[in-house]
């Protein structure tokens, strides 16, 4: 499967060639749903929603031909569901994928809501964080709609879109809380920035953010770096054993971690 395209340069040195170091005790939001503890399960059930539920929205949309309305009640509804019925509790990791498993859950919860000819109200019983549909609809209406036959390879491009968003956004928040905001704005500007690519030199950013060639140089690799970083962490935080995060890191940025 192709990754989804966030426009950055695909030199090698953005994910840091192809091994990287990684704690594997990395805190895992699969295994955290199975915990004990109330606020184990509620936070781990709250990273899932915040990774899957623009993927599941955009899904339901296309795959199964909701209007935004009920896409949006279906989407709340669904992981309401998933909380009270624990949904989740029955993803084995030897015999597919996490976001293989939800999407199997999807398809048999909207199916059931059809036959039941009837939506849940949105959110059910459960508290769901407040999801941003006016911004998922606003991408869709950007897309050419995929064909029917292809709509499972659509889910998994976009829930890996929807993971470097994450990523994105966590990084310009450590960069901003380090005092690193140059660093940010640099990585935006060269990797990020779809009107960028080829036509921006070192030297033209150099000018631009009015520092010198080394700086921008340093700044981008320390940013990739810390961008490849926070992007595993969320792998490992979406993912049950360690193979299997082995297998999504793979998948997603093309490396080994070790």
Request: proline content about 2%; hydrophobic content about 40%.
């Amino acid at each position: 499967m192709s990754k989804p395209s966030l426009s950055f340069n695909t030199d090698d040195t953005l994910i840091g060639g192809a091994q990287d170091k990684f704690p594997l005790t990395q805190w895992s939001a699969i295994v955290a749903l199975r915990s004990g503890e109330q606020s184990e399960r509620t936070r781990a059930f709250e990273i899932i929603v915040a990774t899957y539920w623009k993927p599941v929205y955009k899904y339901i949309r296309l795959k199964w031909g909701k209007s935004n309305e009920d896409a949006k009640d279906l989407t709340q509804g669904f992981f309401a569901k998933a909380i009270e019925k624990d949904f989740f509790q029955g993803y084995d990791p030897a015999k597919a994928r996490f976001r293989t498993f939800l999407r199997t859950c999807l398809d048999g919860f909207i199916a059931n809501e059809n036959k039941a000819a009837q939506r849940l109200k949105r959110g059910g019983q459960a508290v769901i964080t407040s999801l941003d549909f006016e911004n998922a609809e606003g991408e869709l209406k950007q897309i050419d709609i995929p064909a029917p036959e292809t709509m499972d390879d659509y889910f998994e491009k976009e829930w890996i879109r929807s993971l470097f968003s994450l990523a994105i956004e966590t990084l310009r928040a450590e960069c901003e809380a380090k005092g690193k905001t140059a660093h940010f704005q640099i990585f935006q500007r060269y990797d990020l920035d779809e009107t960028a690519g080829e036509k921006i030199s070192y030297e033209q950013l150099a000018t631009e953010f009015k520092t010198s060639v080394s700086n921008v140089t340093n700044y981008l690799a320390y940013a990739r770096r810390e961008f490849r970083r926070i992007v595993l962490e969320k792998l490992r935080e979406m993912t049950a054993t360690d193979e299997e995060f082995q297998s999504e890191a793979r998948a997603v940025l093309g490396i080994e971690v070790k």
